[in-house]
């Protein structure tokens, strides 16, 4: 089995174990496996990539700040319209880190919230990516909320 299927067999079956164990062997790998199956029209399979960004930032984040660093920066490029790409799947990989590690990667949530608002496509993932935040840590959301608020209800 080749590393791609084995981060879609760590997906698919919610192999944390496995996933960490290849990300300890190739985080770079990991990212871009995780990366292309974040965009599978298999939605259950994209919130699983949102879902072991924040199991990989628990575990990593502390000893690799910057990998997870660069994830939230090419997560919100993949926001921006000039990408190419539309990373609707983003908010809520990037609210994942963010409410893992906050100390260390709290600064991205208000411009992820930001870049989400302008967007329609992201609003869904964009309020699951708030609730994660907000279950963190209110303060993650504080700024925008009057705008969520207006968006989403209270």
């Known amino acids: 089995m080749n590393k791609k299927q084995e981060i879609y067999r760590c997906l698919k079956e919610n192999d944390h174990d496995a996933l960490l164990d ?3 062997r190739d985080p770079n790998t ?8 974040s965009y599978d029209k298999d939605e259950y399979i994209a919130r699983q990539v949102a879902a072991f960004f924040g199991f990989l930032a628990q575990k990593r984040a ?3 700040p910057e990998y997870f660093r660069e994830t939230i920066r090419r997560r919100l490029w993949g926001m921006n319209d000039e990408s ?5 799947v983003a908010p809520e990989i990037i609210a994942n880190i963010v409410a893992a590690e906050p100390d260390l990667f709290g600064e991205f949530a208000p411009i992820m919230i930001e870049a989400a608002l302008k967007e329609p496509i992201f609003f869904p993932s964009l309020l699951k990516a708030v609730n994660t935040l907000a279950s963190k840590d209110k303060k993650l959301i504080e700024y925008h909320l009057p705008r969520l608020e207006r968006l989403f209800g209270s």
């Open 30 to 37: 990991v990212r871009r496996g995780l990366t292309r199956a």
């Open 84 to 88: 190419g790409n539309m990373d609707w």
């Open 62 to 64: 502390s000893s690799q």
């Open 22 to 24: 290849l990300f300890d």
